[in-house]
Nanobody, 120 residues
Framework: QVQLVESGGGLVQPGGSLRLSCAAS????????MAWYRQAPGKQRELVAS???????NYADSVKGRFNISRDNAKNTAFLEMGSLKPEDTAVYYC??????????????WGQGTQVTVSS
């Protein structure tokens, strides 16, 4: 059974920074892509950033220049460094990964989400 566990969310003032972590565990044979999505109240879930196994990254226009996604392939972990945070960044942030296990081929998995609140 695969688990994605996010951590690092919380309350931060506008202009502040946070670092989210996502740790994948289970009988994982290969992790292809890792990504962060977010969902604000009353809005659809949206892609924030993604990173391939080789390190190719992609960002939503709204976070370019402020957020940085990275990963540690040896530890099956992804990170999202968030800077210059704005109130509109407030959302539940979800980790997503496309990976294979020793029992099955590539599939998408989601974490349970971590709340990020940007407010003074």
């Amino acid at each position: 059974q695969v688990q994605l566990v996010e951590s690092g969310g919380g309350l931060v003032q506008p202009g502040g920074s946070l670092r989210l972590s996502c740790a994948a565990s289970g009988r994982i044979s290969w992790i292809y892509d890792m990504a962060w999505y977010r969902q604000a109240p009353g809005k659809q879930r949206e892609l924030v950033a993604s990173i391939s196994r080789s390190g190719t990254t992609n960002y939503a226009d709204s976070v370019k220049g402020r957020f940085n996604i990275s990963r540690d392939n040896a530890k099956n972990t992804a990170f999202l460094e968030m800077g210059s945070l704005k109130p509109e960044d407030t959302a539940v942030y979800y980790c997503n990964s496309r990976l294979s296990t020793y029992a099955s081929g590539p599939a998408n998995y989601w974490g349970q989400g971590t709340q990020v609140t940007v407010s003074s």
